[in-house]
């Protein structure tokens, strides 16, 4: 009932930058958080950045001063740019978001990933 479809991956030299873009579907009526997170090849996924409905911005410190993240409600899309992109960037990178669907209690929901490769 719930799509997050990414887009905006690829590979990038170091130094270079990136927009990834998250657009939410379904039978949304409300979404509370949207974010990215991160998951490198044998490491654990971790947060990258979250916004809230109200505009509240949380950042993982590898991704402060570096990745911007931005939210248009209207369209329940999400953004991050990403800057001064290093090779430790180099993951899969999720859409998440916590939101309710039309009678559904509210629930987190993942997107595919898209891949963010760093060389340097």
């Known amino acids: 009932q719930v799509q997050l479809v990414e887009s905006g991956g690829g590979l990038v030299q170091a130094g270079g930058s990136l927009r990834l873009s998250c657009a939410a579907s379904?039978?949304?009526?409300?979404?509370?958080?949207m974010g990215w997170y991160r998951q490198a090849s044998g490491k654990q996924r971790e947060l990258v950045a979250t916004i809230t409905s109200g505009g509240r911005i949380d950042y993982s410190d590898s991704a402060k001063g570096r990745f911007t993240i931005s939210r248009d409600n209207a369209q329940n899309t999400a953004y991050l740019q990403m800057n001064s992109l290093k090779p430790e960037d180099t993951a899969i990178y999720y859409c998440y978001a916590r939101l309710r669907v039309i009678s559904i209690p509210e629930y987190d929901y993942w997107g595919q990933g898209t891949q963010v490769t760093v060389s340097s």
């Open positions: 379904g039978r949304i009526f409300r979404i509370n958080t």
